[in-house]
């Protein structure tokens, strides 16, 4: 996931496992972040519970989808600006 955020701009020196747990994540992006660990966890648990290996590109697509869901709520509510402090370091690739 270290890597995962790097790619995006996003500098995060070490993730404990306090910090996984919780979603406590010290950082500029604190929100995006704590909501990417998330999702990864939901889908890890999904993974487990169908016995299958996790993918990154499965766990990026989701986060794509999501991406696109907020962006189709945020313009019908007028809330663009709060949706791209969020996901401003987000690019859809």
């Given at each position: 996931?270290?890597?995962?955020?790097?790619?995006?701009?996003?500098?995060?020196?070490?993730?404990?496992?306090?910090?996984?747990?919780?979603?406590?994540?010290?950082?500029?992006?604190?929100?995006?972040?704590?909501?990417v660990l998330l999702v990864?966890?939901?889908?890890?648990?999904?993974?487990?519970?169908?016995?299958?290996?996790?993918?990154i590109r499965?766990?990026?697509?989701?986060?794509?989808?999501?991406?696109?869901?907020?962006?189709?709520?945020?313009?019908?509510?007028?809330?663009?600006?709060?949706?791209?402090?969020?996901?401003?370091?987000?690019?859809?690739?």
């Amino acid at each position: 996931m270290i890597k995962w955020f790097d790619k995006r701009g996003i500098k995060i020196a070490h993730l404990s496992d306090k910090d996984i747990m919780f979603g406590i994540v010290r950082c500029d992006d604190e929100l995006f972040v704590s909501h990417v660990l998330l999702v990864a966890k939901q889908y890890l648990y999904y993974c487990r519970q169908k016995s299958s290996l996790p993918s990154i590109r499965v766990l990026d697509s989701k986060i794509k989808m999501i991406y696109q869901l907020e962006t189709i709520i945020a313009k019908s509510n007028n809330k663009m600006l709060a949706h791209d402090i969020k996901w401003g370091k987000y690019k859809v690739q």
